[in-house]
């Protein structure tokens, strides 16, 4: 079975890949190939990020790999956090001080002028060539938190195609399905399934 890399230390993220791609590809995690340090994560667009990490991958250890990064581009805000999502509020994968901040900062936007969306890219770098695939998905940034699901500003984002609930409100299957990581990984499962 062909390997294939996932530069991510979430494992939550592993297990999904895993799931979906099991049949076709032994997903390799970064502990799986000995890779303990802190992958360079410093360029300012998330395709760049995506693309640094697959990189150092490829370079440092020679595996086909693909990586993953999302922000949150929020309208009002010229679309930050944007690249800077996980540290927005000063401290790293703080995500009651990150919502804290873009409410702070929204508190005078009025509800027509809070649409925002979140991306994600995926880069997948493979047989010498390099493929990048993006999710998105459209939605409004509240006022106040809603539910307790999800992760990161989940329970501050209401999708548009939904039915008022945040992402927060919903089950996580329900979320994936227009999720713009789902979306994203559902064009790189499609292209590797083609191959
Ligand atoms: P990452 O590139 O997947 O690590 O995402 C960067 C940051 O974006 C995270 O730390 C979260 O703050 C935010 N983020 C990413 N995906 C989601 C999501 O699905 N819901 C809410 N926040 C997210």
């Known amino acids: 079975m062909k390997q294939i890399v996932f530069a991510t230390n979430n494992a939550h993220k592993l297990e999904e890949l895993r799931q979906i791609m099991g049949e ?18 410093d360029k300012p ?12 991958i490829r370079e440092h250890y020679g595996y086909d790999c693909f990586s993953d990064d ?19 509020g000063g401290v790293a994968h703080d995500s009651e001080r990150n919502i804290d901040k873009v409410l702070r900062l929204m508190a005078d936007v009025p509800m027509e002028q809070r649409t925002a969306h979140f991306r ?25 938190r809603h539910g307790t699901g999800g992760f990161g500003y989940d329970s501050i984002f209401q999708p548009l195609e939904g039915d008022g609930r945040t992402f927060a409100q919903m089950q996580p299957e329900e979320k994936n ?8 990984v559902a064009k790189l499962v499609q292209f590797l399934q083609a191959l």
């Open 24 to 41: 076709r590809f032994e997903v390799l995690s970064l502990a799986d190939i000995n890779c303990h340090e802190d992958i360079p994560e």
């Open 45 to 56: 667009t998330i395709e760049g990020n995506a693309r640094q990490k697959a990189e150092y």
């Open 70 to 88: 999302t922000g949150l581009e929020i309208d009002a805000l010229d679309g930050e956090p944007g690249v800077h999502s996980a540290r927005y």
């Open 120 to 144: 994600t890219a995926i880069c997948l770098l493979m047989d010498g060539e390099e493929h990048l695939f993006e999710g998105r998905v459209e939605g409004r940034i509240l006022t106040e």
């Open 177 to 184: 399905a227009i999720s713009h990581r789902g979306r994203a």
